[in-house]
């Protein structure tokens, strides 16, 4: 007996030849400039959501005065990031999934491996039973993945590259509930070279879900391992006394949930404990944030507040101790300002953002933010994890300064246009550890995406 399943890739031959086409009558029938997604859902709608594709064209234009608060020279450039991925479904149970990333620095002079990297494999991976509401679930390849808020596993869509991983999880689902083990190792960007699995730099572990525990409140629990060798890029220890890698168990919590007067909080706490190379590490983080809806002149308003700690060395001269808190591979855009200069590391954070709806489509928001040093004698780190500035003695100060932004966007169907600035204020660290100067940050910005 014949089957009329079509083979996935007789159907993707199929659908790339119909979505080719379909953009050259899509005007006929709809709004021209919405062709790409329009003919997208065509095809979705004829293979009964067996095929889908998604797409993503990124530019945005910055200017930044005070790069490295003075030390690097001022930076004017363009940031262009484009995106095509496809998924089949050639059973109920499988999806096979992948997308191809180009992303490009124009006017940038020797741009980093942060903001460029022409067109790589972003993702490709399988996944068993992905609509299933409970029982069992697996998913295997590349694949751009975060966590809770992905404050410690996380996709920094912000940023021209974003992060994606080579990953493995299992996990078994129930009504109010998730448990899942992972592994998941963050891939290494290769300009000019297909970028392949570096294992060496990686977490293992357990994270689980607990929806609606009690009163809407829910619970993230997990248990976390990062390891690094020197491949994976740890510079530390010796070779010759085993100490030449990095390992850090991090346990820790997520709560979300109502509060009275319309409120919402949402916090997370986690703790540590491991080596850096010879050193026994122990650290400390955590977060916990507020928000309330109200409304101004008939217009919605979002008002929230946070405050974020996360543990510093109290003595950089013993070299037997560490006591600086391993952000692990989060996601930071707007969570410390909106110039993403710091880190979830030996800090003291505050954060108010306001976001006012103007029209269903158009938001103005303004952020403040304000930041110390936990110890006075560990340094200052960036959104990478890597150190800024320091002060061994401490006689530098803790007050490392304060930010304030003001950002709006619009949307119009599948379009979104932006643009902002901000300005960072410099507390006594930066003027007594730095040049001094107060990095200014503008944009703007368009995407179109389905």
Same mark, same amino acid.
């Given at each position: 007996?014949?089957?009329?399943?079509?083979?996935?890739?007789?159907?993707?031959?199929?659908?790339?030849?119909?979505?080719?086409?379909?953009?050259?009558?899509?005007?006929?029938?709809?709004?021209?400039? =919405?062709?790409?997604?329009?003919?997208?859902?065509?095809?979705? !709608?004829?293979?009964?959501?067996?095929?889908?594709?998604?797409?993503?064209?990124?530019?945005?234009?910055?200017?930044?005065?005070?790069?490295?608060?003075?030390?690097?020279?001022?930076?004017?450039?363009?940031?262009?990031?484009?995106?095509?991925?496809?998924?089949?479904?050639? /059973?109920?149970?499988?999806?096979?999934?992948?997308?191809?990333?180009?992303?490009?620095?124009?006017?940038?002079?020797?741009?980093?491996? #942060?903001?460029? =990297?022409?067109?790589?494999?972003?993702?490709?991976?399988?996944?068993?039973?992905?609509?299933?509401? #409970? &029982?069992?679930?697996?998913?295997?390849?590349?694949?751009?993945?975060?966590?809770?808020?992905?404050?410690?596993? *996380?996709?920094?869509?912000?940023? $021209?590259?974003?992060?994606?991983?080579?990953?493995?999880?299992?996990?078994?689902?129930?009504?109010?509930?998730?448990?899942?083990?992972?592994?998941?190792?963050?891939?290494?960007?290769?300009?000019?070279?297909?970028?392949?699995?570096?294992?060496?730099?990686?977490?293992?572990? #357990?994270?689980?879900?607990?929806? $609606?525990?009690?009163?809407?409140?829910?619970?993230?629990?997990?248990?976390?391992?990062?390891?690094?060798?020197?491949?994976?890029? %740890?510079?530390?220890?010796?070779?010759?006394?085993?100490?030449?890698?990095?390992?850090?168990?991090?346990?820790? %919590?997520?709560?979300?949930?109502?509060?009275?007067?319309?409120?919402?909080?949402?916090?997370?706490?986690?703790?540590?404990? &491991? !080596?850096?190379?010879?050193?026994?590490?122990?650290?400390?983080?955590?977060?916990?944030?507020?928000?309330?809806?109200?409304?101004?002149?008939?217009?919605?308003?979002?008002?929230?507040?946070?405050?974020?700690?996360?543990?510093?060395?109290?003595?950089? $001269?013993?070299?037997?101790?560490?006591?600086?808190?391993?952000?692990?591979?989060?996601?930071?855009?707007?969570?410390?300002?909106?110039?993403?200069?710091?880190?979830?590391? $030996?800090?003291?954070?505050?954060?108010?953002?306001?976001?006012?709806?103007?029209?269903?489509?158009?938001?103005?928001?303004?952020?403040?933010?304000?930041?110390?040093?936990?110890?006075?004698?560990?340094?200052?780190?960036? *959104?990478?994890?890597?150190?800024?500035?320091?002060?061994?003695?401490?006689?530098?100060?803790?007050?490392?300064?304060?930010?304030?932004?003001?950002?709006?966007?619009?949307? /119009?169907?599948?379009?979104?246009?932006?643009?902002?600035?901000?300005? /960072?204020?410099? *507390?006594?660290?930066?003027?007594?550890?730095?040049?001094?100067?107060?990095?200014?940050?503008?944009?703007?910005?368009?995407?179109?995406?389905?």
């Amino acid at each position: 007996m014949r089957s009329n399943r079509q083979p996935c890739m007789a159907k993707w031959l199929t659908s790339v030849v119909l979505l080719i086409s379909s953009l050259s009558v899509a005007p006929l029938r709809a709004q021209w400039w =919405d062709a790409p997604a329009e003919a997208a859902a065509k095809i979705s !709608e004829q293979t009964d959501g067996k095929i889908s594709f998604t797409f993503e064209e990124r530019t945005r234009l910055e200017d930044k005065t005070g790069v490295n608060f003075g030390a690097s020279p001022d930076l004017s450039y363009g940031l262009q990031r484009t995106r095509f991925g496809m998924s089949c479904k050639p /059973f109920e149970w499988l999806k096979v999934s992948g997308m191809v990333q180009d992303s490009r620095a124009p006017g940038y002079e020797k741009a980093p491996s #942060t903001v460029r =990297d022409p067109a790589d494999l972003h993702e490709a991976y399988l996944e068993i039973f992905p609509d299933e509401k #409970t &029982g069992f679930g697996m998913s295997a390849g590349r694949r751009m993945i975060s966590y809770g808020d992905g404050r410690l596993i *996380g996709v920094p869509q912000w940023g $021209n590259m974003s992060r994606t991983y080579d990953h493995a999880r299992a996990y078994y689902r129930w009504r109010r509930a998730r448990i899942e083990m992972l592994f998941a190792s963050p891939v290494k960007i290769r300009i000019g070279e297909f970028n392949q699995p570096v294992l060496g730099d990686h977490l293992w572990g #357990t994270y689980n879900v607990f929806s $609606n525990l009690w009163q809407e409140n829910s619970l993230d629990a997990y248990a976390l391992r990062r390891e690094q060798n020197r491949p994976g890029g %740890f510079n530390g220890g010796s070779a010759a006394t085993g100490t030449d890698r990095l390992i850090t168990n991090t346990y820790g %919590f997520r709560l979300t949930g109502p509060l009275p007067f319309g409120m919402k909080y949402n916090s997370e706490g986690a703790l540590q404990w &491991g !080596e850096v190379g010879p050193a026994s590490q122990r650290g400390a983080g955590w977060f916990s944030g507020v928000n309330r809806p109200v409304t101004l002149w008939e217009k919605p308003l979002n008002l929230s507040g946070e405050y974020k700690y996360a543990s510093g060395n109290k003595n950089p $001269n013993d070299k037997t101790h560490i006591g600086t808190f391993d952000q692990l591979y989060a996601a930071f855009h707007d969570v410390f300002g909106h110039q993403d200069l710091f880190g979830w590391r $030996n800090v003291h954070h505050v954060r108010s953002l306001e976001t006012y709806g103007l029209t269903k489509a158009f938001a103005l928001n303004f952020m403040y933010t304000n930041l110390w040093l936990a110890s006075a004698r560990d340094g200052l780190y960036n *959104g990478q994890g890597k150190m800024i500035a320091q002060s061994v003695t401490g006689s530098a100060g803790s007050h490392v300064g304060q930010e304030t932004d003001l950002f709006v966007t619009y949307r /119009f169907h599948h379009f979104l246009f932006g643009g902002g600035g901000g300005y /960072f204020f410099k *507390g006594e660290f930066i003027q007594n550890t730095t040049p001094g100067a107060g990095p200014a940050y503008a944009y703007v910005f368009q995407s179109y995406s389905f």
